[in-house]
């Protein structure tokens, strides 16, 4: 069988912890349905959402109060893996005993490893937080930080988005595949980090595409295949066109030709795609796309979109 890396949007996931724990529930028997079908999974999520949501209350609370800290994004980060990672754990754990899974579920709290000089931190370009009637309030609440004025709605924080270059404790997350573990790594892209000359490691603001983090992570374990899980059933061209396509097999060239003419949009699909091209790139079989709730047609090729080298 194979070895399978599965990037799940946050937006999956729900807005709030009630949603979440009965949202993740769909993702956790399929993931179930795959190990029980022989494949070694790992499977990662978004957090945008959940990341939000955590370092929106904190600053709100900080507000309110001010012996309430404020939370670093970093920080924000680790607590929103550890909120996901819950239940995730949780739902899959309790699908394997439904499906009479004899396997075991892991977390792993996940530390990207990104390049300091990465030319992304000299322009960071990603929002977050809330927004702010004045920029000397939004750099009041938000110390060391660059803050833009977005879009009429107020001063806001933006972040880096770095290339994701390892992981911290990767071997292990392979080894635990290899010794039979089900992974949920990755969360969020993971907390980007940088390492000094010594080696020392230190995390740092920013947001990693957990698409492109995914991607990497599956190059690095080796698996036979990175599946992209969104709201569609195919990536398209000429979208809500009257010429619009589907796309059943695409090749790098050809994917590589529709971003040249802007085909897919920057917010959503095109890193989905990207990522599926960097897999192939550096050795997967094949990257798919498509929606949740076909994963196990996605893997029999009998619905998505499947990306290869050539």
Same mark, same amino acid.
């Given at each position: 069988m194979s070895r399978i890396v599965i990037a799940l949007g946050g937006n999956a996931l729900g807005n709030n912890p009630?949603?979440?724990?009965?949202?993740?529930?769909?993702?956790?028997?399929?993931?179930a349905e795959l190990v029980k079908a022989g494949h070694e999974v790992i499977i990662g999520h978004g957090n945008g959402p959940q990341v939000g949501m955590i370092f929106n209350g904190m600053s709100k609370a900080h507000e309110v109060n001010e012996k309430s800290p404020l939370i670093p994004l970093p920080e924000a980060g680790a607590m929103s893996q550890g909120y996901i990672g819950l239940h995730?754990?949780?739902?899959?754990?309790?699908?394997? +005993?439904?499906?009479?899974?004899? =396997?075991?579920?892991? /977390?792993?709290?996940t530390q990207t490893i990104v390049d300091?000089?990465?030319?992304?931190?000299?322009?960071?370009t990603k929002p977050i937080g809330p927004f702010y009637a004045t920029k000397e309030e939004a750099e009041q609440m938000n110390p060391n930080s660059v803050i833009i004025e977005d879009a009429g709605r107020g001063y806001r924080k933006?972040?880096?988005?770095?290339?994701p270059q390892t992981f911290i404790g990767i071997n292990q997350i392979k080894n635990a595949v290899e010794a039979g573990a089900t992974v949920i790594v990755g969360g969020g892209g993971g907390i980007p980090t940088v390492k000094d000359a010594k080696g020392y490691v230190t995390p740092v603001d920013g947001v990693i595409d957990k698409?492109?983090?995914?991607? =990497?992570?599956?190059?690095?374990?080796?698996?036979? /295949?990175?599946?992209?899980?969104?709201?569609?059933?195919?990536?398209m061209v000429n979208y809500k066109q009257p010429n619009q396509k589907a796309l059943k097999h695409?090749? *790098?060239? #050809?994917?590589?030709? /529709?971003? =040249? #003419?802007?085909?897919?949009a920057p917010g959503s699909m095109?890193? =989905?795609? *990207?990522?599926?091209? +960097?897999?192939?790139?550096?050795?997967?079989?094949?990257?798919?796309?498509?929606?949740?709730?076909?994963? #196990?047609n996605i893997i029999a090729e009998k619905t998505g979109t499947k990306v290869t080298l050539k």
């Open positions: 009630e949603e979440q724990k009965e949202l993740v529930k769909l993702p956790a028997r399929k993931i995730m754990l949780n739902a899959t754990t309790n699908a394997f +005993k439904e499906l009479n899974v004899e =396997k075991e579920v892991m /977390y792993i709290l300091a000089k990465d030319a992304a931190f000299k322009n960071p933006v972040v880096a988005s770095p290339i698409d492109f983090a995914l991607s =990497k992570i599956a190059v690095l374990v080796k698996a036979d /295949y990175f599946v992209v899980l969104t709201a569609v059933d195919n990536v695409a090749t *790098k060239a #050809e994917l590589e030709q /529709y971003i =040249k #003419e802007n085909q897919f095109l890193p =989905k795609v *990207k990522a599926a091209i +960097k897999f192939v790139e550096e050795g997967g079989k094949a990257a798919f796309i498509g929606d949740l709730k076909d994963l #196990e």
